[in-house]
C-alpha cells in the first residue's frame, strides 16, 4: 500500500502537472529540437566516402563552412532560391486575387449558404494533396480536353503562322504557379473570411450614409482594416509554397529546379548529406525573416490598441 | 450595404470551378475505357474491377490505414497535453522554448522535416541500434510529432475561448486540480479534441514527403505508391483508384462536420440554459 498512495499523493500534488508538460516537451525535444540541431551540425560537416557520409575535420575550429561558400558562389543555388521565391511569390498574389472576393462573397451571403460555401472551399484541402495535383497532371497534358480546348481558343485568336498542335504547359514554372495556386488557395480563403467576417458591417453604412461609392467603401474601410487577414492568408501560402517539394517533381522543369527539390535530390541522388543540410539551413533562414516580421507587425498592432 | 454584390458572387462561382473542374475531370476519365488516361474511349469500369485485384493497393492502403490511426491516436493524446499545458499552465520553467518547439513544425517546409528525422533515425541506429529497420515505427514516429502540433493548435484555442468560472466552480466544490482537468474540462473541449484527432489522422494518411524519407525497404504506404506510380505518367487505374479515395474523404469528412456542428450547437445550447437557470434562480 505504501507505494501506491506514496505515488498518489506526488501525483495529486504536482505530478500530473509535471506529466502534461513533460511527455509533450521531451517529445518534441527529442523528435524535433534534436533533430533539428543535427542537421545544423551536418550542414558544417565535410562530404566524406564513409557511411555515413559525413567526417568533421580533425583540428580546430573542427567544422568547415564550404557549404555555404558554395551555397553563394554557385549559380545552381542562387537560382533555385530564386526560382522558389518567385514562384511563391507569384503564386502568393495570384491566391489573394482570386481568394480576396470569394471570401468577401462568403460573408456577403446568408447564414445557411455560408456554411455550404465554406464546405465547398474546405472539402479539396481534406482530399489528398497528391491527387489534386494528379489531377492537374491530367488536365495539362497535351491530349487532354483541356489543353485542346485552349489550344482551339489560341489559335482562333492568333495569326496562322504562331498556330499551335498543343499548348506546352507542363514541366514549366507556369504548371508550378498554376497548381500551388490550386493548392493553397483554400489556406488564403480561409484566414481572410475569418478576418472579414469579423469587420463591422455599420462601418461600411456609415460611409455609405456620407457618400462613399462602393468601390470607394472597398478602398478606404474594408481593405485596411482586413490588413491582418491577408498577411495571415499570405504567410500561409507563401512559407509551405517557397518550400514545397511535390509539386515542382510532378509537374516543375528540370532545368529549373526549386529549392525543395535541390535538397531533396542533394540528399538522396548525390549524397551529399552536408550539403542538403546548409541549403535547408538558409532556406529555413529565408522563412523566418518574413515571419519575424509578421511577429513585429502583430505585436505593434496589438501595442498600438486598436477598437 | 451593397445588396447585389453580383461581381463576387461570380468570383465565387469560377473560384469553385476552378476548385472541382480538375477533381470531377479525374473522376469522369476513371470510367474511360481507353488505356490513355486522358483521350475518351467509351464508358467502363474496368478500372474498378482490376484495383480490387491489385494487392499491392490494398496492402499499401491497409498499411496507411494502420499508420494514420495509431498516430493520429497518440498525436491527439500528446498534443492535446501540450495544448492544457500552454493553455491552463501560466508558468513553468522552459516555457518559451515549450511554444516555440510547438509552433516551429507547422512552418517547417516538409522536405527539412523529412531529412532531420531520417538523419535522426540513421544516427541512432549508428549510436544505440535502434531503429533497427525503417518502416511503421519511424513513419509513426515521424507523423506523431508533425501532426501533434495541429492538435495542439486546435485544443489550445478551444481550451483559451473557455469560460474558467466552470473549473473554477468544480475547484470550490472541492474535485482536485486533475479531477476539474479529467471531469469538467476534457468533457468540454471534447469536440476540439475530436477535431484535432481527424486532421492528424487526415495529415498522416495523406503524408507524401515525410514519409517518402524515414521508409525503408517494404513499408510502403498508399501516397508513397502513387507518388511512385504518378511519376511514370497518368494511368486510369490511379484515376479510379483517386475516384474512390475522393469519394470516401468527401463523405467522410461532410459527415464529420455535420456531427461537430451538431454538438457544438448542443454545447451553445446547453450554456444558455445553464445561464438561464442561473440566473432565473
Known amino acids: 500500500m505504501q507505494p501506491a498512495s506514496r505515488f498518489s499523493t506526488w501525483f495529486n500534488r504536482d505530478g500530473w502537472r509535471n506529466t502534461i508538460i513533460a511527455v509533450p516537451y521531451g517529445w518534441l525535444i527529442a523528435f524535433f529540437l534534436v533533430p533539428f540541431v543535427i542537421v545544423v551540425g551536418m550542414s558544417l560537416a565535410m562530404r566524406t566516402p564513409t557511411s555515413p557520409p559525413v567526417g568533421y575535420r580533425d583540428n580546430w575550429p573542427y567544422v568547415v563552412f564550404e557549404n555555404y561558400q558554395r551555397l553563394v558562389s554557385d549559380s545552381l543555388y542562387i537560382r533555385a532560391y530564386a526560382t522558389s521565391i518567385w514562384n511563391a511569390f507569384i503564386a502568393t498574389v495570384l491566391c489573394l486575387l482570386v481568394g480576396y472576393p470569394m471570401a468577401l462573397g462568403i460573408t456577403r451571403v446568408d447564414r445557411a449558404w455560408r456554411t455550404v460555401l465554406l464546405m465547398l472551399v474546405i472539402l479539396p484541402f481534406w482530399t489528398s494533396f497528391l491527387l489534386r495535383v494528379y489531377a492537374w497532371i491530367g488536365l495539362m497534358g497535351s491530349n487532354s480536353w483541356f489543353n485542346r480546348g485552349l489550344t482551339a481558343l489560341y489559335n482562333s485568336v492568333v495569326p496562322a503562322d504562331w498556330a499551335l498542335r498543343s499548348i506546352p504547359m507542363m514541366n514549366s514554372n507556369f504548371a508550378v504557379v498554376l497548381v500551388l495556386v490550386y493548392s493553397y488557395l483554400p489556406f488564403m480563403i480561409l484566414p481572410l473570411y475569418a478576418n472579414l467576417e469579423r469587420l463591422d458591417g455599420t462601418l461600411n453604412e456609415a460611409a455609405m450614409d456620407l457618400g462613399s461609392r462602393p468601390w470607394q467603401v472597398f478602398r478606404d474601410v474594408t481593405l485596411p482594416l482586413s490588413v491582418p487577414g491577408i498577411i495571415a492568408g499570405g504567410l500561409l501560402v507563401f512559407i509551405p509554397a517557397s518550400g514545397e517539394l511535390v509539386i515542382p517533381s510532378l509537374v516543375g522543369s528540370a532545368g529549373d529546379p526549386m529549392i525543395g527539390r535541390v535538397i531533396s535530390d542533394e540528399f538522396a541522388a548525390a549524397r551529399d548529406w552536408p550539403m542538403a543540410s546548409a541549403v535547408a539551413v538558409a532556406l529555413l533562414f529565408m522563412l523566418v525573416v518574413p515571419l519575424m516580421a509578421f511577429n513585429h507587425y502583430e505585436a505593434k498592432a496589438q501595442g498600438g490598441g486598436s477598437p | ?281
Open chain 2, 1 to 281: 450595404m451593397k445588396r447585389s454584390p453580383i461581381f463576387l458572387i461570380s468570383c465565387l462561382c469560377f473560384g469553385l470551378a476552378f476548385f472541382y473542374i480538375p477533381i470531377l475531370s479525374m473522376m469522369v476519365f476513371s470510367f474511360n475505357k481507353s488505356r490513355l488516361a486522358t483521350v475518351w474511349g467509351g464508358f467502363s469500369v474496368q478500372w474498378y474491377g482490376k484495383l480490387l485485384h491489385n494487392g499491392q493497393i490494398m496492402d499499401a492502403a491497409l498499411l496507411s490505414l494502420q499508420i494514420a490511426l495509431v498516430s493520429a491516436t497518440i498525436a491527439t493524446v500528446i498534443g492535446t497535453m501540450a495544448g492544457i499545458a500552454l493553455a491552463r499552465f501560466r508558468r513553468f520553467r522552459g516555457r518559451t522554448l515549450f511554444s516555440g518547439l510547438v509552433s516551429a513544425p507547422l512552418i517547417m517546409p516538409e522536405v527539412i522535416t523529412g531529412i532531420s528525422s531520417l538523419m535522426l533515425f540513421i544516427l541512432m541506429a549508428e549510436w544505440i541500434g535502434w531503429p533497427g529497420q525503417r518502416g511503421f515505427t519511424t513513419i509513426t514516429i515521424a507523423h506523431i510529432t508533425f501532426s501533434m502540433t495541429y492538435v495542439t493548435t486546435i485544443v489550445q484555442s478551444r481550451l483559451s475561448s473557455m469560460d474558467v468560472a466552470i473549473e473554477e466552480a468544480a475547484m470550490d466544490l472541492g474535485s482536485k486540480p486533475w479531477q476539474v482537468l479529467r471531469d469538467v474540462t476534457l468533457p468540454i473541449i471534447s469536440p476540439a479534441i475530436l477535431a484535432g484527432w481527424l486532421l492528424a489522422f487526415t495529415i498522416s494518411i495523406d503524408d507524401v514527403v515525410i514519409t517518402n524519407f524515414v521508409t525503408g525497404p517494404g513499408a510502403t504506404t498508399l501516397p508513397i505508391l502513387i507518388w511512385s506510380k504518378v511519376r511514370l505518367g497518368v494511368t486510369p487505374d490511379i484515376n479510379a483508384l483517386a475516384t474512390i479515395i475522393v469519394v470516401l474523404v468527401g463523405v467522410g469528412v461532410t459527415l464529420a462536420g455535420y456531427i461537430l456542428l451538431r454538438a457544438e450547437r448542443r454545447r451553445q445550447r446547453d450554456i444558455q440554459m445553464a445561464l438561464a437557470a442561473a440566473t432565473e434562480g
